[in-house]
């Protein structure tokens, strides 16, 4: 019998394709938790086969102890938009301490990078959603440190960074805009910097390889991107592969959130959830402040802030996505083999990318 992994997050970008990689060849069985098993995302994920759904929320300790009962293995991506930065926080310690307790034998935790501390503690780089997430990430690997715990269950950290997917998406930070002159631009605050871009089919490959070879993966903190994406080059990747004109234009941050893609929402509470009376609560102004101080200081050869270890993802994923251009071949590619619309369509008409955004920011915890 295949070994069952109870995933939280299932239906989310980067859910979907991560279950689609562990049962596509049977050797792995899928429990997710979700809140309404009858949503198109449930349904696409239960016609992969050997996937089951269960209902119920992560902020509820029965509903966890149900999830990772009769479960060899777990993947948790708690969904920080939803809950908060706060509530985030508490909940992943909660599941991974549960996950100990119901027997689980190895436990993959969805992560950002811990930008905060990576930037020697700068207040300009604090970002809710990234550090929430890295705080628990780094939490996880000391304990998986403790003799006694690691005996008894394995632990492995997957840290991604925006998908490139969301650079032709909606309501994203980076959603571009195509002006009268027919010219597709990204408006955004990143100067010479770039961006640690991650392709969402490629999460399905690297995540199969942590469950896969767990003698390895245990204790490791796998961070991922396509490449370090100068948007320059990103605009010059789109004209040279759809034949259509785009630029990127940097602008500044007051400029941004006056006029950019989420300078409407900019108030809103960074986790819909989210208490705003509560001082621990970051409004996305505050937190995509960070973000993009974040990737304005990170910059080709891995300089600056964010790093990553190219030649490992080319051990563990050779066929990986490996620049932006080739992306944008791909895409097109599969856009004229299934029939599906092409890149210039997509940015002339933006469709959501990230669940939150094809919700509008409601729902439950």
Known sequence: MA????VIGGTGAQGIPIIRGLVKDKAYAVRFLTRDATSARSKQLL??????????TFASESDLRKGFRGAQYAFINIDGFNSGEKTET???IRSYELALEEGIRFFVYGNLDYVYKKSGFDPKFRTGHYDGKGRIGEWILQQNKNPEIAKRMGAAIFTTGPYIQMALGARTPMSPVVGDDGVVTWFVPLGSGTVAHVDLDDCEHYVRWLFDHQYRSNGLDLEVAIEL???????????KVTGHPAKYV???????????PLSAAKNATAGYNADPKDPATMNLRDNFTGFWNMW????????????RDFALLDE???????????????????SKEQGLPSLWERATSL???????????KGRL
């Open 47 to 56: 016609a992969l086969g050997n996937v089951e759904a269960i209902e119920g």
């Open 351 to 361: 469709k959501p990318v990230l669940k939150l955004a094809e919700d509008g920011r």
């Open 296 to 307: 304005k200081y990170t910059y080709k050869g891995n300089g600056g802030v964010i790093k």
């Open 90 to 92: 508490y909940w992943a």
């Open 229 to 239: 994406v100068d948007y320059h080059e990103m605009a010059r990747a789109f004209e």
């Open 3 to 6: 070994p069952l992994v109870f």
């Open 316 to 334: 563990i994923h050779p066929n990986r996505i490996k620049s932006v251009e080739e992306w944008f071949q791909r895409e097109e590619q599969k």
């Open 250 to 260: 940097d602008v500044s941050l007051e400029e941004y959130w006056e006029t950019g």
